[in-house]
């Protein structure tokens, strides 16, 4: 199962998820990753997982 966000070619620090997720939303990728990584590291948030998540299921980029 692919989800219809492609990884961003740009915007790519590590897989280009964030980067890929900023880019569909409009949202600044700086901004995005800061909050990804304070969400990453609450309790309650696996974020790692979830991105590890996203890298799979998101398409190459174009």
Known sequence: MKIH????????????????????????????????LLLAFTPLFPGFIAYLILWILMEDPI
């Open 5 to 36: 966000i492609h990884r961003s070619k740009e915007h790519r620090v590590i897989a280009g998820v964030i980067g890929g997720l900023s880019e569909k939303y409009d949202w600044d990728p700086l901004l995005a990753r800061v909050i990804f």
